[in-house]
């Protein structure tokens, strides 16, 4: 009898175990994916992404990695589902949908909207600080400078929301 429970035992804790050790693998390879991810080098291995990486890089937000501004920040969960949206449609777009990419990229409203709270988290002393009467986004008035005041744009880039900054 003491021997079957032994045996028993041995069983469910090498489950255990190797739960456990298939749980930590699975985290840490899905921390240094979403790392790794985040990153311009990775961002820029698209080549319509080349310019925007080169002139962000010489911006002053160029220590940042691109998620820093592009993805929500308030939470692992809406950090990963916001990235999955978005990395399928850029999976789409430079496969399938190739000939279909402008040669101006601008971004969607809803990266329009992480984008303007992530400029709000990161700089809400300087709002505190300096009266903003803007009824836009950050963006629209800031639009230039995370991406390298105007190294690379053409002049429909600033069309859009009708900026005559950085031309």
């Known amino acids: 009898m003491f021997k079957r429970f032994k045996e028993s035992n041995n069983k469910i804790l090498f489950v255990i175990l190797l739960g456990a050790f298939i749980g930590i693998v ?3 390879g899905t921390v240094t994916a979403i790392k790794a991810t985040d990153t311009g080098e ?3 291995s698209c080549h319509v992404m080349d310019t925007v990486y080169e002139a962000f890089s010489r911006s002053p937000h160029g220590k940042l990695d691109c998620n820093d501004c592009h993805a929500p920040t ?3 969960v809406n950090k990963m589902l916001f990235k999955a949206r978005a990395g399928m449609g850029h999976i789409y777009m430079n496969t399938l949908g ?3 990419i402008p040669d101006v990229l601008h971004a969607t409203e809803p990266s329009v909207e992480v984008v303007n709270k ?3 988290s990161c700089h809400q002393y300087t709002l505190e600080n300096v ?9 629209g008035c800031h639009r230039q400078v995370p ?8 002049s429909d880039w600033h069309l859009k929301l009708n900026i005559d900054a950085a031309r």
Do not use: E, P, V
């Open 98 to 100: 190739a000939s279909r």
């Open 118 to 120: 992530n400029c709000i």
């Open 74 to 76: 308030d939470s692992t």
């Open 42 to 44: 990775f961002c820029s």
């Open 26 to 28: 699975l985290y840490a």
């Open 147 to 154: 991406h390298g005041l105007g190294i690379f744009k053409s």
């Open 131 to 139: 009266a903003h009467d803007s009824k836009g986004t950050c963006i």
